[in-house]
């Protein structure tokens, strides 16, 4: 399996970078990697819980750097690459996972709110993005995944409008990163998932789910492993010739 997911050849064992890993889709995410024989490096502002999805992590043997950063300071995100490098010396893998969602209707957005979910959805992703990358560089090889939503390409209904736009900033980022990367043999590629069932959408209402439901052919709202299971695949040499694509993972909610 080891070899499934490491697409250089040359590198005896794959080092990950998982952002907002200690609950949700990140989580799920960081446990796919490890079973694949990954080191990982999980990034999270959540000590509590990124400790506890490190001991599920170590379970499975997958060296492991745990670090409390915030994605939104780059200086927090120099410091990611830094000690990614110290302790592993390269990077195949980053997944640009963590985000924050917002449900204000159009009128109620303020300034601030406005600001802050910017500098992590949008903001944090591009600038991560940027130091990882320089490193894969001079590796010339990497896969980064980036993790946008549904509401990226359709707007906002039950989310907010600033979540969508940042979305929607994300699929744009994914295609002129993968332009920049593609010439030294790196993959940037996104995932949009549909609607998931994790924190952020445990506040969604049983009666907007059910609506959702009704308009999924699939019948079901994702569970994380469903997106993982994207990510992985992306993450694979078995996507080695994919670069600049937007995979849905919403049940068929949306086709395009
Ligand atoms: N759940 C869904 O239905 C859904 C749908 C589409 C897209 N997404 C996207 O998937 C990603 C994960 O969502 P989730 O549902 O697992 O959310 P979640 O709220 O369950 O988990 C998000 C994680 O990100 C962390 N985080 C937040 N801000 C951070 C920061 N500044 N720096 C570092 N970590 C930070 C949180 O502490 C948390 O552990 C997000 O980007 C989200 O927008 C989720």
Same mark, same amino acid.
């Given at each position: 399996?080891?070899?499934?997911?490491?697409?250089?050849?040359?590198?005896?064992?794959?080092?990950?970078?998982?952002?907002?890993?200690?609950?949700?889709?990140?989580?799920?995410?960081?446990?796919?990697?490890?079973?694949?024989?990954?080191?990982?490096?999980?990034?999270?502002?959540?000590?509590?819980?990124?400790?506890?999805?490190?001991?599920?992590?170590?379970?499975?043997?997958?060296?492991?750097?745990?670090?409390?950063?915030?994605?939104?300071?780059?200086?927090?995100?120099?410091?990611?690459?830094?000690?990614?490098?110290?302790?592993?010396?390269?990077?195949?893998?980053?997944?640009?996972?963590?985000?924050?969602?917002?449900?204000?209707?159009?009128?109620?957005?303020?300034?601030?709110?406005?600001?802050?979910?910017?500098?992590?959805?949008?903001?944090?992703?591009?600038?991560?993005?940027?130091? /990882?990358? $320089?490193?894969?560089?001079?590796?010339?090889? !990497?896969? +980064?995944?980036?993790?946008? #939503? =549904? *509401?990226?390409?359709? @707007?906002?209904?039950? /989310?907010? $409008?600033?979540?969508?736009?940042?979305?929607? !900033?994300? +699929?744009?980022?994914?295609? #002129? =990163? *993968?332009?920049?990367? @593609?010439?030294?043999?790196?993959?940037?590629?996104?995932?949009?998932?549909?609607?998931?069932?994790?924190?952020?959408?445990? #506040? =969604?209402?049983?009666?907007?789910?059910?609506?959702?439901?009704?308009?999924?052919?699939?019948?079901?709202?994702?569970?994380?492993?469903?997106?993982?299971?994207?990510?992985?695949?992306?993450?694979?040499?078995?996507?080695?010739?994919?670069?600049?694509?937007?995979?849905?993972?919403?049940?068929?909610?949306?086709?395009?």
């Amino acid at each position: 399996m080891k070899r499934y997911i490491n697409s250089n050849p040359k590198m005896q064992t794959t080092v990950s970078i998982v952002t907002g890993s200690a609950q949700g889709i990140g989580k799920a995410i960081s446990l796919a990697l490890s079973k694949e024989s990954t080191n990982l490096v999980l990034v999270d502002i959540d000590d509590k819980k990124l400790e506890s999805v490190g001991r599920q992590v170590k379970k499975r043997k997958s060296e492991l750097l745990l670090l409390n950063a915030d994605i939104s300071k780059v200086k927090d995100i120099e410091k990611i690459v830094k000690n990614t490098i110290a302790k592993f010396k390269k990077i195949d893998i980053l997944v640009n996972n963590a985000g924050i969602c917002s449900r204000r209707s159009l009128s109620e957005i303020s300034e601030s709110e406005w600001n802050k979910l910017m500098e992590i959805n949008l903001k944090g992703t591009f600038f991560l993005s940027q130091n /990882v990358m $320089a490193f894969m560089k001079k590796q010339r090889s !990497g896969k +980064i995944i980036n993790i946008a #939503s =549904l *509401a990226g390409k359709i @707007g906002g209904i039950a /989310v907010g $409008a600033d979540y969508a736009a940042s979305k929607a !900033g994300v +699929i744009s980022l994914t295609k #002129s =990163l *993968a332009k920049d990367a @593609g010439p030294y043999g790196i993959n940037v590629n996104c995932v949009c998932p549909g609607v998931i069932r994790t924190r952020m959408t445990s #506040s =969604l209402p049983k009666k907007v789910i059910e609506e959702y439901k009704k308009n999924i052919p699939l019948g079901r709202i994702g569970s994380p492993e469903d997106v993982a299971n994207a990510v992985l695949f992306l993450a694979s040499e078995k996507a080695d010739y994919i670069t600049g694509e937007i995979l849905d993972v919403n049940g068929g909610l949306l086709m395009d």
